[in-house]
């Protein structure tokens, strides 16, 4: 089934910190992933992506875990800086009646205190 | 030189009124998508056309018709506005249905 928004889960961390956030997917069929950043006022813009045929991929201080077995997604951002500040989704792509779609999570908020 | 482009950034009218928001994209792409964002941010599909073909339609209400006049565009209007159509709607783009999505700034309704 697909994620229903109840609230939106907040990530306090320190500058410089290590930040980790969690996202359950909902199709063990779904082969793709992608983690979005959206900041105040603007659109969810890419940041790294995986394919179902890798357990981990990283890019410039993010790193994308996917486990499989329990459907679940990880985004490690390494010494976070205050314009990591934002909200931050992940996305399954998802075959549905013939054509394939994206479903987005609930999104987790990441504040970073100076 | 903005990939996906959408306007209004913002749109305040009454209840009943009639609206249309515009999506161009400059990417090539063949495959575009509405999506609306509520209050609690929560991103969820409405429409998908693929080269101009409607491929996804989420049970939305038909007061929203999207039309794609070329596979470049996308425009959404919206018929007899209601005060839980108030969002922020989103465009985007890709290139097949298989790949990322690259989103506009935003389309902010309010309705009054």
Known sequence: GESVGLHLPTLSVQEGDNSIINCAYSNSASDYFIWYKQESGKGPQFIIDIRSNMDKRQGQRVTVLLNKTVKHLSLQIAATQPGDSAVYFCAENTQDSGTYKYIFGTGTRLKVLA | DTAVSQTPKY??????NDKSIKCEQNLGHDTMYWYKQDSKKFLKIMFSYNNKELIINETVPNR???????????NLHINSLELGDSAVYFCASSRTTREKLFFGSGTQLSVL
């Open chain 2, 11 to 16: 749109l305040v009218t009454q209840m009943g």
């Open chain 2, 64 to 74: 929203f018709s999207p039309k794609s006049p070329d596979k470049a565009h996308l």
